[in-house]
């Protein structure tokens, strides 16, 4: 089973190994403000729904969790700070083999595995901006000693502030909380996604500017990681991406026109997994748990819940 942990919800996916069946489902978290007791009681009772004989589970985090397995922090939820999440994970899933991973490293494994491609960059961009690299086949760093933190490649230096406390960060710029904000300052009025949407196909111009603007962001990451690493290609994923029309198209006009003489980016293209990249890279850990051996570069590194 994988379980991803977004910013705003919680998604489950559970694949029987002899029949292929899938099961896939989510739930709204609570409120940040009620705090992680309540997040734990309201993972419980999912759990506590799930069908017996669970052989493996592994889990997609969106926090920055230090090698003991604690939560260093997790700007969305604050309350979580000092939490064990090692010690939550294996009071959920008592006796059952469980691993977590950034969320973002384990999209990029996914999507790697989904495009057949050893070499690449994955961006999600959802509630935050994630993301991961994977060179010949392997997570970069290294999911055991850092996560990619991708989303905080710094693009303005005089930019709007990260919730990380830093300012210019291009989650700050192209996550989809911030291009809403951007668009109802534009606009004046409050923006929902459904509006931003209808905006950009009606050529609207608060909409278009705002996800402009974004993708001119975004487009400055890829450029500046392609420069360390240069993948074969760079995959878009995550829910807002996904829904804004003609999102991925923007970064990859933009990041042909900051490349280098001479130099030829990456192509840019949507991710293949949509918005569900990180919960398959969440199943593919909890299949590696079973599997010892086979898929090196997620077994041996993904941190372990019984540690």
Known sequence: MGIDIGGTKVAFRTEREKTGEVTEFSVTWPDPAAGAAADLRLLGAQVAKLPPRITAVGVSVPATVDRTGRVVAWPGRPSWTGVDFGAALRSLFPGVPACFADDGDLAAIAEARA???????????????????????????????????????????????CDCGRRGCVQ????????????????????TAAQLRDGIAAGAPWAVSAVTESAGALAAAVVSVGELCDPALVLIGGGFAAGVPGFVPLVAEEVRRLARPGHEPAPVRPAVLGGLSSLHGAVLAARDLTR??????????????SR
């Open 115 to 161: 495009a057949h491609c050893a070499d690449l960059v994955y961006f999600g961009v959802g509630t935050g901006v994630g993301g991961g690299i994977v060179l010949d086949g392997r997570p970069w760093p290294g999911l055991a000693r850092a996560s990619c933190e991708l989303g905080h490649v710094v693009v303005d230096r005089s930019g709007t502030r």
């Open 172 to 191: 700050a710029v192209a996550s989809g909380p911030a291009t809403l904000r951007r668009a109802a300052r534009t606009r004046g009025a409050a923006v």
């Open 292 to 305: 010892a051996g086979q898929s090196a570069e997620i077994s041996s590194s993904a941190r372990a819940a």
